[in-house]
């Protein structure tokens, strides 16, 4: 699904790795999962603000969610956790549902992290032009 002329505040690098999804106790919130308070999710994208999600749950905009990501990928040796938000979720016909999450006061270090990997990949991408020799 293209979005023509993109708003996102930062810039977003595709992904295809998993992530504990896991909705906290104690805040108040009014949802739970039909299978416990986590499920697996894949994340499609990432950058410095937030993710794409693609989950075979619903949640609902709004919702607070604690997120867990390994930490390899990054060149970190343990995992990564932090709260997000979730902005949008939106059924993918036979393709579970995809969401948008933004990050909630993530850490300077978790940040700086995130944007190493982004411009690291970014460095590892094939030219999009052949220059003439």
């Given at each position: 699904?293209?979005?023509?002329?993109?708003?996102?505040?930062?810039?977003?690098?595709?992904?295809?790795?998993?992530?504990?999804?896991?909705?906290?106790?104690?805040?108040?919130?009014?949802?739970s999962?039909?299978?416990?308070?986590?499920?697996?999710?894949?994340?499609?994208?990432?950058?410095?603000?937030?993710?794409?999600?693609?989950?075979e749950?619903?949640?609902?905009?709004?919702?607070?969610?604690?997120?867990?990501i390994?930490?390899?990928?990054?060149?970190?040796?343990?995992?990564?956790?932090f709260?997000?938000?979730?902005?949008?979720?939106?059924?993918?016909?036979?393709?579970?549902?995809?969401?948008?999450?933004?990050?909630?006061?993530?850490?300077?270090?978790?940040?700086k992290?995130?944007?190493?990997?982004?411009?690291?990949?970014?460095?590892?991408?094939?030219?999009?032009?052949?220059?003439?020799?």
């Amino acid at each position: 699904m293209s979005r023509g002329n993109d708003t996102r505040r930062a810039a977003r690098h595709n992904t295809d790795f998993k992530v504990q999804c896991e909705i906290p106790e104690g805040l108040k919130q009014t949802f739970s999962l039909a299978s416990g308070n986590s499920c697996e999710v894949i994340a499609k994208d990432i950058s410095e603000s937030g993710m794409g999600l693609v989950s075979e749950c619903f949640f609902p905009r709004g919702l607070i969610v604690n997120l867990k990501i390994g930490g390899k990928a990054f060149g970190l040796e343990g995992d990564m956790l932090f709260r997000a938000e979730i902005c949008h979720c939106r059924n993918q016909i036979g393709q579970g549902y995809l969401c948008g999450v933004k990050f909630i006061d993530l850490s300077p270090n978790y940040k700086k992290t995130i944007a190493e990997f982004i411009a690291d990949c970014e460095r590892r991408k094939s030219p999009r032009i052949k220059l003439a020799d």
